[in-house]
């Protein structure tokens, strides 16, 4: 049984993946930290389980195997490093930090004192996300001209997301950091890194971050990704617009379906999407029981946060960012 602790509640993720713990068979929660202490206690009390006040003597304790990181995101630099110096596998919210800095740092870290990394980068294990995968190995859409991926909420609008959400020293950003990471990661999926990024951000309901927000990539040979968040968007659907010279695919939340039109096709076919493969959390307890390495999943979050940090620079500075 592996024995995990969860450092803090702050994210609005943290209770799934502490029941994410809960759930499964091979993982239990024995432990909780929080940097604001009353919140911390009032969760331990709920699980039946320790609260520690001092992190450092949480993660002097022997017995704890590993722990969920759900923090400020301006608190993952100290608080992994820390984890991983103490042997403790880390399951963490993304971004891994909101700096490319602070991300080698981690990493380093990680890999200095060998402990098992994996970031919540839930999208990459869905079905769609798995079949437009097929579709590229197959070269059924030829090259790839255009990705487009959107995802939004009203979190901002309609007031359910947390103020601090909109601390722009605690979470890095906004829209973007955020929500945007999804379709982020997705694009950089599908086409790769891109040569240079171009970010415009939209202050909707006057937070101190950005609510709204559009960045694009420019690639050598001509193709473009677009990606798109916003914490002010009642009905707007989560999307995945792949185009390419021999074909295009679609899918969105709207209807929940893949569709394809490719080659000399005369209409649009529904593809079958399958089953989703195992959750992050469930590979980062298979990664730990079977000591590999969660390799595609660290390279994606590590590409992740240099496109959210090239996209904050280029909006902050009116300008397109080189990588």
């Not at 999307?239 to 939340?253: A, C, Q, R």
Request: net charge negative.
């Amino acid at each position: 049984m592996i024995k995990v602790a969860i450092l803090s509640y702050w994210h609005v993720h943290a209770q799934d993946y502490t029941n994410d713990t809960l759930n499964h068979p091979d993982t239990e929660v024995v432990a909780v930290w929080d940097e604001i202490p009353e919140r911390g206690q009032k969760k331990a009390e709920e699980l039946g389980v320790p609260f520690y006040e001092d992190l450092h003597e949480l993660f002097a304790n022997p017995d704890i195997d590993g722990v969920v990181i759900t923090t400020p995101t301006v608190m993952h630099r100290d608080v992994m490093i820390h984890a991983a110096e103490a042997g403790k596998h880390i399951f963490t919210e993304k971004v891994i930090a909101p700096t490319n800095d602070e991300v080698e740092q981690i990493i380093e870290a990680v890999n200095k004192h060998n402990v098992t990394l994996t970031v919540s980068l839930p999208r990459l294990n869905a079905g769609y996300t798995l079949a437009i995968q097929q579709l590229l190995a197959d070269k059924v859409l030829g090259e790839l001209t255009l990705v487009r991926t959107r995802l939004s909420h009203d979190g901002a609008t309609q007031g359910w997301l947390p103020d601090h959400f909109f601390g722009k020293q605690e979470c890095g950003g906004g829209a973007l950091i955020d929500l945007g990471c999804h379709p982020v990661y997705l694009a950089r999926l599908f086409m790769g890194m891109p040569e240079s990024v171009s970010a415009n951000y939209g202050y909707v309901t006057g937070k101190e971050v950005e609510d709204n927000a559009v960045t694009t990539f420019r690639y050598s040979k001509g193709g473009v990704g677009i990606v798109e968040a916003g914490f002010v968007n009642k009905f707007s659907p989560f999307v995945i617009e792949v185009h390419g010279t021999l074909g295009s695919v679609l899918y969105s939340t709207h209807d929940e379906k893949l569709w394809l039109r490719a080659g000399d096709d005369t209409a649009w076919q529904e593809v079958t999407i399958p089953a989703d493969r195992e959750t992050a959390f469930e590979q980062w307890v298979a990664h730990i029981q079977n000591g590999t390495k969660a390799t595609e999943n660290i390279g994606l979050a590590v590409d992740l946060t240099r496109l959210v940090q090239a996209s904050n620079q280029s909006a902050a500075e009116d300008r397109p960012v080189s990588l």
